[in-house]
């Protein structure tokens, strides 16, 4: 029997630097968010959770097209680690038995279905327990945790997010190559960038 994998999608935010929902930015084709779902659901045996926040009513609206489970954070003003903790609870509560859980966001454009097997497969050679992506000399999200680190994951407060995770345990880390992960979406310009890359 294969394990199912745990995506939770992050787009709780107000997007304030943007000025508009950068969850529903147009990118080949499809919103920002419904492109990293797109992507999510190409991973085998996948549960795909989006943890909605502000603009609640019209990113409701557009996930009413995809067949992701939905997490609502009315916290989300406090930060991440309130829409961790709701997305994760709302997963465990479908599915009690996930053995990983892959945490990403909906702004980094160049998300792919490979990056998020790609951290699967690193977890399987590896044998650690949270495989993080690396780029711009950092490491991020897309990261993928191991059940084990649940518990911690529901631990964190405030602005707390996967950084405060990689950086507790990292002899537990692995890390794979996703240099497209620098790109994400906060302002206009970034936004322009994308569209009209130079």
């Not at 080949?28 to 085998?44: D, E, F, M, S």
């Not at 097209?65 to 991440?80: L, P």
Request: net charge negative; hydrophobic share 40%; aromatic share 6%.
């Amino acid at each position: 029997m294969e394990q199912t994998t745990g995506i939770i999608i992050l787009a709780a935010g107000s997007s304030s630097r943007l000025g508009q929902p950068k969850q529903l930015l147009q990118f080949n084709g499809y919103t920002l968010l419904r492109n990293t779902i797109i992507q999510a659901k190409l991973v085998p045996h996948n549960l795909v959770v989006v943890v909605t926040g502000a603009h609640k009513d019209i990113i409701d609206k557009e996930l009413a097209y995809t067949s992701a489970k939905v997490a609502f954070n009315k916290q989300w003003e406090v930060g991440m680690a309130s829409s961790i903790n709701v997305g994760l609870h709302k997963m465990l509560a479908i599915n009690p038995e996930v053995e990983t859980c892959i945490i990403t966001v909906c702004d980094q454009p160049f998300v792919t279905a490979k990056v998020l097997n790609h951290l699967l497969e690193e977890h399987q050679k590896s044998g650690k327990g949270i495989v993080a992506s690396a780029y711009a000399e950092t490491l991020g999200t897309p990261v993928l945790f191991h059940r084990n680190y649940f518990e911690a994951l529901l631990n964190l407060k405030g602005q707390e997010g996967a950084k405060k995770m990689l950086q507790l345990y990292k002899d537990d880390v692995a890390q794979i190559p996703f240099e497209k992960g620098a790109i994400d979406i906060d302002t206009a310009d970034d936004y322009n960038n994308l569209i009209n890359p130079q």
